[in-house]
T-cell receptor, first 116, second 112 residues
Framework: DVKVTQSSRYLVKRTGEKVFLECVQDMDHENMFWYRQDPGLGLRLIYF???????EKGDIPEGYSVSREKKERFSLILESASTNQTSMYLC???????????????FGPGTRLTVT | GNSVTQMEGPVTLSEEAFLTINCTYT??????LFWYVQYPGEGLQLLLK?????DKGSNKGFEATYRKETTSFHLEKGSVQVSDSAVYFC???????????FGSGTRLLVRP
């Protein structure tokens, strides 16, 4: 079974802190994604990566950055956390390469981040 | 642009009732369509998919038919169970794009 794990299920941080959310997948997938999930808005793509050290902005990248130093690991970084970044963050991975982003995405359980 | 619209929830049903969750889409081209399900405390998982018009996706008793003429992909199940309580997301994917586009999700609550 594909497994996508996220470093924390719940996280509470203070405004202005730098926050790291980690995601690891064990199926050698090329593609990895970070979404945020908010009530009534569904899932919105923050960043994705189709290879090690490669990244592209999604729909809402402002206030976030990412890092992919190893194929299995994709980190989301909140440079200076703000209260409007309080949300559920979901990581996903999928097989296949750049030319055909895998649509069958496998999701982690999510990290519920609260910024106070 | 491409988008997905789902019926607002929550949808509350009794066990063994018939379920329909409506989903319509707007797309320039021919998308692939999906239903994902999110059980409480978990991430999303793919429930079913259809990649071209008139295809029917099915899994775990759920079905959805890709209707190009009405740009719809409604989710149905003949007899729901308490264990089907979850949030259901309709999504589309274009070959020319890099991302899934999700609807806002519909929460289903099934009572015994």
């Amino acid at each position: 079974d594909v497994k996508v794990t996220q470093s924390s299920r719940y996280l509470v941080k203070r405004t202005g802190e730098k926050v790291f959310l980690e995601c690891v997948q064990d199926m050698d997938h090329e593609n990895m994604f970070w979404y945020r999930q908010d009530p009534g808005l569904g899932l919105r793509l923050i960043y994705f990566s189709y290879d090690v050290k490669m990244k592209e902005k999604g729909d809402i990248p402002e206030g976030y950055s990412v890092s992919r130093e190893k194929k299995e690991r994709f980190s989301l970084i909140l440079e200076s956390a703000s209260t409007n970044q309080t949300s559920m963050y979901l990581c996903a991975s999928s097989p296949s390469g750049r030319g055909a982003m895998g649509y069958e995405q496998y999701f982690g359980p999510g990290t519920r981040l609260t910024v106070t | 642009g491409n988008s997905v619209t789902q019926m607002e929830g929550p949808v509350t049903l009794s066990e063994e009732a018939f379920l329909t969750i409506n989903c319509t889409y707007t797309a320039t081209g021919y998308p692939s369509l999906f239903w994902y399900v999110q059980y409480p405390g978990e991430g999303l998982q793919l429930l079913l998919k259809a990649t071209k018009a008139d295809d029917k996706g099915s899994n775990k008793g759920f079905e959805a038919t890709y209707r190009k003429e009405t740009t719809s992909f409604h989710l149905e199940k003949g007899s729901v169970q308490v264990s089907d309580s979850a949030v259901y997301f309709c999504a589309l994917w274009m070959d020319s794009s890099y991302k899934l586009i999700f609807g806002s999700g519909t929460r289903l609550l099934v009572r015994p």
